[in-house]
Nanobody, 126 residues
Framework: QVQLVESGGGLVQAGGSLRLSCAASGRTFEYYAMGWFRQAPGKEREFVAGIRWSGGRTYYADSVKGRFTISRDNAKNMVFLQMNSLKPEDTAVYFC???????????????????WGQGTQVTVSS
């Protein structure tokens, strides 16, 4: 099991940027594939971005492709989500998730991830 704590959320105007961070502790972090999900009020949690354990492969939801970038620093047990050109529809609670997996496949369903952070609120004003 790995413990996850997100930070970096806040209020930003449309067109602005935010960088979310996820600090991991517990098991050997480098063998975990990581993902970012988000949940807006009244909506189901949805996949945003995922990254392979080595950081060599990433995958994005169509809604954020070209605007968001996921990255990781295994030496510091950190995962990041750089969010640019933010839109009001990006408003949601953003969650970091971990999956013990060392293959190439990047999971996009929330049930595929075992460990979750508490979430950080991102609000984009128009």
């Amino acid at each position: 099991q790995v413990q996850l704590v997100e930070s970096g959320g806040g209020l930003v105007q449309a067109g602005g940027s935010l960088r979310l961070s996820c600090a991991a502790s517990g098991r050997t972090f480098e063998y975990y594939a990581m993902g970012w999900f988000r949940q807006a009020p009244g909506k189901e949690r949805e996949f945003v971005a995922g990254i392979r354990w080595s950081g060599g492969r990433t995958y994005y939801a169509d809604s954020v492709k070209g605007r968001f970038t996921i990255s990781r620093d295994n030496a510091k047990n950190m995962v990041f989500l750089q969010m640019n050109s933010l839109k009001p529809e990006d408003t949601a609670v953003y969650f970091c998730a971990a999956r013990q997996y060392s293959g190439n496949y990047i999971a996009t369903q929330d049930y595929e991830y075992k460990d979750w952070g508490q979430g950080t609120q991102v609000t984009v004003s128009s």
